[in-house]
């Protein structure tokens, strides 16, 4: 087809295109259109345009290149259409009304640009809320995982879609699905926590809440990219073939499942020599051909010309580009690079197949379909909703008289934090904290008189944000920008909790602690008082510029800076001294958290983390958060998880134990609970169900929150195993003397592994059952027997376990 086509249809014949007709299937539709199109047009919807902030009167403008070439103008890039607006809300500060205005101009243009009037597809950053100005931070993803509640989750996700759609954004580039395994990695901060189960379970509620709103979920980064050798961002990935299929990628086959995301993004990591961007056999042969994936594979940012820059794979952005299309990424972000002239010229001289490009115009057009994009005057969008599909109005960038990105109307009185919001990210961030040691302490006395809080995140609103807020990952571009949205801290929050207390601040601003002073003003203030709290972990930024957070590795897992010099010090004062850890990875603490009266744990938990804080050190809320990740002892070696074999623990024949100070699932509440009564079905199929119960009393004086956790072990096997693994869990709410039966129903196919021949089978043999409080406090133990042959299970496995609760 020749390309030299005119630039606008008449209306008489657009409104006779198939492509056109709302009645007609979507794939139809979709292969009409792209049989239409010209190899420009068909390249330009693999593309993206990455907005800069606005100039008032000023043309729109593209982002500086980051990696040194020159970047296009809208104008140039639009002219053939256009797949993907990068981040017009989450580049600079720009207000909900300015935004979308902002939006509707640039789609506006994107639409007249091209002869079919087809508009982008408009994504931002939303791991902790929609990443703009003025928007609800809620609490980062570990924060998710301490809380272990999907359904609250998937709430959250719900409320982030709100504010996506009502800004007429289409697009949201969460979750993390990585699996923590090395808690020295930056981006720790971004990850559920170190159990693929937990993972998947966690993040396939996310999906769930963004997919049922009308919201593309995007997975991330597939896989591999939290396996980095020594935590390092961008490094190489130590896994090997059995570890990257039981535990990489099996949070992804959940959510998958589970939550059916419209969107996967490829890993920056190269897995044995292949980058996952050039991989083949990853992003086709394994995302689609077995894990049955349909939807759109976009690019992490600047990941196709990284083949060419970083890996040394391709020598060319041709190149890159024909090893990332090949491959099965559809969609290059942040901006066109190499999905642009260089992906034409390597088509044009036969080096890629224009069959491949076909492949992936259509499926970013059957999403484009899916959003309502190609409706014309229809403007729907198909919400998934169960096994329903209802319509709903969404913006396709051509309303009545003003393309927009924006349903009409829809920007005057935005607010993207509303109450509604800040209460979710309350109940969210009240149910992530998670007691870690208590000696009696908290909650603390309401007519305690003297209270000292010292440390450098006492009386710092970002110490609440991870990296991914605006506040956090756009603040360093723009110091003088304000916070956008009300975040208490610490000193403000306790304050409001214990009005007759006399709190002093001793709290420096450096949280690497350089000033001698700041440790003697806490010292100070800390022997004055009759209890101390002491904030102490992270202040999250990007590539070096916090201590935690993309780019920002750890040597060590020891405090950053001075803070165990500045906790010793307050420690040898002998006052009481509740130490509280605000961060994005688990800290070794060692010996400070046998001296501290009390330990607290918070994993960034966003705007209104200071109030949930002190609801905890008050008594107001109590702690029901459980690790999603375990906390090590010390600071050096390279950690693991509690995903180990016999011989990842401690044993006679090394010297170092790698047990945790605190495991996975570990956390306390205001009160106790008892485990008696395990019933387990003693033999079941190869292709059958056990059926697991255990009766938790609470047998403390305080209403309280249990988190039951099943966990499975498979002594013999053919392969070596983990000692035990996450099958399952409840939150269970108790009042005082009150007892409730839960019941965990266990396919065999969730005792599944891959096998000597890389085939995922179900093994003939014992499985052990352990139920408890968590994966180093399990009271309670049996086992079950599968009988039959062995079975090779394919993509219709069993990979979850449903829960049920009586209470007596």
């Known amino acids: 087809m020749t390309e030299a086509l005119p630039q606008t249809v008449r209306e008489s014949e657009a409104a006779t295109d198939p492509w056109r007709d709302t009645t007609l299937p979507v794939a139809d539709r979709v292969a009409d259109l792209v049989d239409r199109m010209t190899l420009r047009e068909k390249v330009a919807q693999l593309g993206a345009f990455w907005a800069a902030p606005p100039t008032t009167g000023d043309p729109v ?47 506006s243009e994107v639409a007249r640009a091209n002869r079919f009037a087809i508009p982008a597809i408009a994504h931002e950053e939303c791991l902790t809320g929609f990443m703009t100005w003025k928007a609800t931070v809620f609490p980062a993803p570990l924060a998710w995982g301490a809380s272990f509640d999907p359904a609250l989750v998937e709430e959250m996700a719900t409320a982030v879609a709100a504010s996506l759609r009502r800004a007429g954004v289409h697009q949201g580039l969460a979750p993390v699905l990585d699996v923590t395994r090395d808690y020295r990695w ?20 996310y999906v769930r809440g963004l997919e049922r709103s009308g919201v593309v979920a995007t997975l991330k980064h597939f896989a591999g990219y939290a396996s980095s050798r020594g ?3 961008l490094a190489p990935a130590a ?30 990591a190269d897995v044995d020599g292949v980058p996952a961007a050039a991989d083949r056999r990853l992003l086709t042969g394994l995302l689609r051909e077995e894990l049955g994936f349909t939807g759109v594979v976009v690019a992490d940012y600047f990941g196709v010309s990284f083949l060419e820059t970083m890996h040394g794979v391709a020598g060319s952005r041709g190149e890159a580009a024909a090893l990332a299309l090949r491959a099965g990424v559809d969609v290059e972000l942040p901006a066109s690079r190499c999905y642009g002239e260089p992906l034409l010229d390597m088509v044009r001289t036969g080096a890629v197949p224009e069959e491949l490009v076909d492949r992936a115009a259509s499926r970013v057009l059957t999403l484009k379909c899916e959003l309502g994009l190609l409706d014309g005057e229809t403007r729907t969008a198909r919400l998934r909703t169960g096994e329903e599909n209802v319509t709903a109005p969404l913006s396709t960038g051509r309303e009545s008289g003003t393309e927009s990105g924006l349903d009409s109307g829809m920007d005057s009185g935005l607010d993207f934090d509303p109450p509604e919001h800040r209460r979710l990210a309350r109940r969210l961030a ?86 001698d002073a700041d440790i003697a003003a806490a010292v100070a203030a800390a022997r004055d008082a009759e209890v101390c709290v002491l904030a102490l972990g992270d202040r999250a930024g990007l590539f070096g510029r916090g201590t935690s957070g993309e780019g920002c590795d750890a040597a060590t897992l020891a405090l950053p800076g001075r803070q165990a010099e500045l906790a010793a010090a307050v420690l040898d004062t002998g006052t009481p001294t509740v130490i509280v850890v605000l961060s994005g990875r688990p800290y070794a603490l060692g010996a400070l958290a046998d001296r501290a009266a009390a330990v607290v744990q918070a994993f960034l938990p966003g705007e209104e983390g200071g109030t949930a804080l002190a609801g905890v050190l008050s008594g107001r809320v109590e702690p029901s958060g459980r690790l999603p990740v375990s906390v090590p002892r010390g600071p050096g070696g390279e950690p693991g998880t509690y995903l180990h074999s016999r011989l990842g623990g401690p044993h006679e024949w090394s010297s170092v134990d790698p047990t945790p100070a605190y495991a996975f699932g570990h956390g306390l509440t205001w009160t106790s609970f008892g485990y008696t009564d395990l019933a387990v079905d003693p033999a079941v199929a190869t292709d059958g169900t056990a059926r697991v119960t255990a009766t938790v009393r609470n047998t403390g004086d305080r209403p309280g929150t249990e988190v039951v956790q099943l966990y499975l072990s498979d ?36 005792t599944s592994f891959t096998g000597q021949d890389m085939r995922r089978i ?35 496995r069993v990979m979850t376990v449903p829960v049920g609760i009586e209470h007596l």
Request: a negative charge.
């Open 231 to 233: 935590g390092r961002n």
């Open 186 to 205: 930056g981006r720790t901060e971004e990850t559920i926590g170190e159990d693929p189960y937990l993972v998947g379970v966690i993040g396939a509620a």
């Open 61 to 107: 403008a593209p982002m500086p290149d980051d990696l040194g070439g020159t970047a296009l103008t809208l104008g140039e890039v639009a002219k053939d259409g256009l797949g993907h607006l990068t981040r017009i809300f989450g580049t600079a500060p720009i207000g909900p009304a300015e935004g979308a205005a902002r939006l509707r101009e640039v789609q």
């Open 762 to 796: 179900v093994e003939p043999g014992t499985i052990e059952v352990s139920v408890g409080s968590s994966s180093a406090d399990l009271p309670l133990r049996g086992s079950f027997v599968l009988e039959g042959p062995e079975r090779t299970l394919g993509p219709e």
């Open 430 to 515: 009240e149910q992530s904290v998670v007691l870690l040691a208590n000696d009696g302490v908290l909650p603390l006395a309401p007519d305690l008189g003297r209270i000292a809080l010292t440390g450098p995140l006492a009386d710092d609103a970002r110490a609440m944000l991870g990296c991914y807020s605006f506040p956090n990952h756009m603040g360093s571009r723009h110091p003088e920008m304000s916070l956008g949205i009300e975040i208490p801290t610490l000193t403000q929050a306790l304050a409001d909790a214990l009005p007759d207390a006399e709190i002093t601040l001793a709290a420096g601003h450096d949280v690497l602690i350089a000033d």
């Open 715 to 750: 002594p013999v096997a053919s392969v070596v195993r983990p000692v035990r693994w996450l099958a399952g869990w409840a939150r269970v709410r108790l009042a005082p003397g009150e007892a409730a039966r839960v019941a965990f129903t266990v396919h065999a196919d969730r």
């Open 239 to 268: 896994v090997g073939p059995r570890e990257f299929a039981d535990i990489i990628i099996e949070p992804f086959a959940i959510a998958l499942r589970e939550g059916s995301p419209r969107s996967v993004m490829h890993s920056y």
